[in-house]
């Protein structure tokens, strides 16, 4: 069996594949069976993932498919090992669907690679590179990485990453189609690109590490983004920071005590060294904040409260403008992904007290203390210019240790569309 061709109607199976049966195989023909539900997508994950059960290594979508359907099945469909081929409908809609694709394989990819594979350099390195081959006219980057971070004073993403042999890196990419150095920024793109995280001093049980290669995911989801975006024909300037390191334990490690004082003279308190991701997106929200853009969005896999909240169904939405947010859930419905507004209030910034610096980078307490994932947003907006202009993505539905019964195990690349969708509206 070597290709199969799979088409999907509101009819029911047949009798003798039972009342309840999502999908029917006829010859060399499967037909997913949607009946008259309105969870279409939840049904087309379920299929894809019986139809890769039955070991079948290629596949051609025929018939009637909403685009977004046949993404919901590529990903689906495809798993990180001994993966199968889709092959998308052949109509006016195959261009657009195989961008969509190619992002978020290029999201999951990176998301997914060991962390023996993927450095803080070749993180940097490869969304650069890719994001370049996409309009090598339109793209300038810059990485900064090991001592030269702190002497430009990088400080988050120094002292995180020091513990490491392989040195921390920020990615400055700048993504200007116009080719005017004068043209504004319409949009910032900061991520988390935590590519291995220990916990540091605050050290993480072995459950609780083995996932943790997924920790650079927001770095790959606005890189995916982005990419998608310029395949789309983006007209409007971005900039994008990537802020990269591996959080490990060594005689260099930053400790339990530390203060560190940031570019805007903000000074932080480190009562947890596996609050790490907010330390770094800290150097990227200042970096993004002196491009003066339109709007900053910042992508990260940064706490486990948003998880408690969402589970790994849906990406969390933080911003101090309800407008803002909303604009961005809007986008999110159109393109059929899973984003929920969590509360944040100036006065967030309050929530990680120190007596020895303005702020601590947490709660001296399990997972942060309650309200941590709103806690950590407050957190951030300290480091915002304008946070009138700011979105927080806190990524719970970026990975998935185990398979489901709609999603192979690994990386998902869910929000890429949405932040595209976004930056072209």
Same mark, same amino acid.
């Given at each position: 069996?070597?290709?199969?061709?799979?088409?999907?109607?509101?009819?029911?199976? @047949?009798?003798?594949?039972?009342?309840?049966?999502?999908?029917?195989?006829?010859?060399?023909?499967?037909?997913?069976? /949607?009946?008259?539900?309105?969870?279409?997508?939840?049904?087309?994950?379920?299929?894809?993932?019986?139809? *890769?059960? #039955?070991?079948?290594?290629?596949?051609?979508?025929?018939?009637?498919?909403?685009?977004?359907?046949?993404?919901?099945?590529?990903?689906?469909?495809?798993?990180?090992?001994?993966?199968? +081929?889709?092959?998308?409908?052949?109509? +006016?809609? /195959?261009?657009?669907?195989?961008?969509?694709?190619?992002?978020? +394989?290029?999201?999951?990819?990176?998301?997914?690679?060991? $962390?023996?594979?993927?450095?803080?350099?070749?993180?940097?390195?490869?969304?650069?590179?890719?994001?370049?081959?996409?309009?090598?006219?339109?793209?300038?980057?810059?990485?900064?990485?090991?001592?030269? #971070?702190?002497?430009?004073?990088?400080?988050?993403?120094?002292?995180?990453?020091?513990?490491?042999?392989?040195?921390?890196?920020? /990615?400055?990419?700048?993504?200007? $189609?116009?080719?005017?150095?004068?043209?504004?920024?319409?949009?910032?793109?900061?991520?988390?690109?935590?590519?291995?995280?220990?916990?540091?001093?605050?050290?993480?049980?072995?459950?609780?590490?083995?996932?943790?290669?997924?920790?650079?995911?927001?770095?790959?989801?606005?890189?995916?983004?982005?990419?998608?975006?310029?395949?789309?024909?983006?007209?409007?300037?971005?900039?994008?920071? /990537?802020?990269?390191?591996?959080?490990?334990?060594?005689?260099?490690?930053?400790? #339990?005590?530390?203060?560190?004082?940031?570019?805007?003279?903000?000074?932080?308190?480190?009562?947890?060294?596996?609050?790490?991701?907010?330390?770094?997106?800290? *150097?990227?929200?200042?970096?993004?904040?002196?491009?003066?853009?339109?709007?900053?969005? @910042?992508?990260?896999?940064?706490?486990?409260?948003?998880?408690?909240?969402?589970?790994?169904?849906?990406?969390?939405?933080?911003?101090?403008?309800?407008?803002?947010?909303?604009?961005?859930?809007? +986008?999110?419905?159109?393109?059929?992904?899973?984003?929920?507004?969590?509360?944040?209030?100036?006065?967030?910034?309050?929530?990680?007290?120190?007596?020895?610096?303005?702020?601590?980078?947490?709660?001296?307490?399990?997972?942060?203390?309650?309200?941590?994932?709103?806690?950590?947003?407050?957190?951030?907006?300290?480091?915002?210019?304008?946070?009138?202009?700011?979105?927080?993505?806190?990524?719970?539905?970026?990975?998935?240790?185990?398979?489901?019964?709609?999603? $192979?195990?690994?990386?998902?690349?869910?929000?890429?569309?949405?932040?595209?969708?976004?930056?072209?509206?």
């Amino acid at each position: 069996m070597t290709d199969m061709k799979v088409k999907i109607t509101t009819n029911p199976a @047949d009798s003798h594949w039972g009342d309840k049966a999502l999908i029917s195989v006829t010859g060399s023909e499967v037909t997913i069976h /949607l009946g008259d539900s309105t969870e279409r997508l939840r049904i087309v994950r379920k299929a894809a993932r019986q139809i *890769d059960a #039955l070991g079948i290594p290629s596949v051609t979508l025929k018939g009637e498919w909403t685009p977004a359907e046949q993404i919901a099945f590529a990903i689906s469909f495809t798993k990180v090992r001994n993966s199968g +081929q889709v092959h998308f409908c052949d109509n +006016q809609d /195959l261009t657009a669907v195989e961008q969509t694709f190619a992002a978020r +394989q290029f999201t999951r990819k990176l998301t997914n690679d060991t $962390p023996e594979a993927l450095a803080p350099m070749d993180l940097a390195t490869q969304s650069a590179e890719w994001l370049s081959s996409l309009n090598p006219q339109a793209v300038k980057y810059n990485i900064i990485s090991g001592e030269a #971070l702190a002497e430009q004073g990088w400080i988050g993403i120094y002292n995180v990453g020091r513990g490491s042999e392989r040195p921390p890196a920020m /990615l400055e990419l700048d993504y200007n $189609p116009s080719g005017d150095d004068n043209e504004a920024v319409a949009y910032a793109l900061v991520g988390k690109g935590i590519t291995f995280d220990s916990g540091g001093y605050s050290l993480k049980s072995s459950e609780g590490m083995l996932d943790m290669k997924c920790d650079m995911g927001g770095a790959a989801t606005v890189t995916g983004a982005l990419g998608l975006a310029i395949m789309q024909g983006l007209k409007k300037r971005v900039k994008l920071y /990537l802020c990269c390191a591996e959080n490990l334990v060594s005689g260099h490690a930053y400790k #339990l005590g530390d203060i560190l004082t940031y570019k805007n003279g903000v000074s932080v308190e480190i009562v947890n060294t596996d609050a790490e991701g907010r330390l770094v997106l800290a *150097d990227g929200l200042i970096a993004a904040s002196q491009e003066n853009p339109g709007c900053i969005i @910042d992508a990260a896999t940064l706490t486990g409260a948003a998880t408690v909240a969402l589970g790994n169904d849906y990406h969390a939405v933080f911003s101090l403008n309800a407008a803002l947010s909303q604009s961005l859930l809007s +986008q999110a419905d159109t393109q059929q992904e899973k984003f929920w507004p969590l509360p944040l209030e100036l006065w967030h910034q309050e929530k990680c007290p120190s007596a020895f610096a303005d702020t601590a980078n947490s709660r001296p307490q399990k997972g942060g203390g309650g309200g941590g994932a709103s806690n950590a947003a407050g957190f951030l907006s300290r480091f915002v210019q304008e946070p009138q202009n700011w979105l927080h993505l806190d990524l719970a539905a970026a990975y998935h240790g185990s398979a489901t019964a709609e999603m $192979p195990a690994g990386a998902t690349a869910a929000g890429v569309s949405t932040i595209a969708a976004f930056m072209q509206a």
